[in-house]
């Protein structure tokens, strides 16, 4: 934010970033007797995503790079299975986490294409 550095132009760290953002958002509509279970799981892979794109970004050796990005990736997959969660406990419905499904997607496809580059 206040550096302005590059990340902050990529498809997958705006991505990511929207993602978090609908996450946040749908967390009220889960019980509160889940406030430290899967509501604070999803807080913390949401936020994951994020930051370890952003470290990722920063860092100088390609190794390095992909493996912030593995991750980043693999936060997105604990949020795949977090709202599986959601939805088999019938918390939310799969219909109001249409836009979720589709940044998760998205996040993953760009993640993957960046583990990808040589």
């Known amino acids: 934010m206040f550096l302005k550095l590059n990340h902050y132009k990529l498809d997958v760290y705006q991505s990511a970033r929207e993602l978090r953002i609908e996450c946040y958002k749908v967390l009220s509509k889960i019980p509160d007797h889940e406030k430290f279970n899967i509501i604070d799981q999803i807080r913390r892979a949401s936020t994951s995503v994020v930051l370890n794109i952003t470290e990722g970004c920063s860092r100088k050796s390609e190794l390095e790079r992909k493996r912030y990005f593995e991750i980043a990736r693999g936060s997105v997959i604990e949020l795949d299975s977090c709202f599986d969660i959601v939805i ?16 998760i997607k998205t996040a993953f496809i760009l993640l993957s294409k960046m583990l990808k580059k040589d």
């Not at 939310?92 to 589709?102: A, F, P, R, S, Y």
């Open 88 to 103: 088999e406990c019938n918390y939310i419905q799969i219909e109001e986490l249409t836009k979720i499904g589709n940044l």
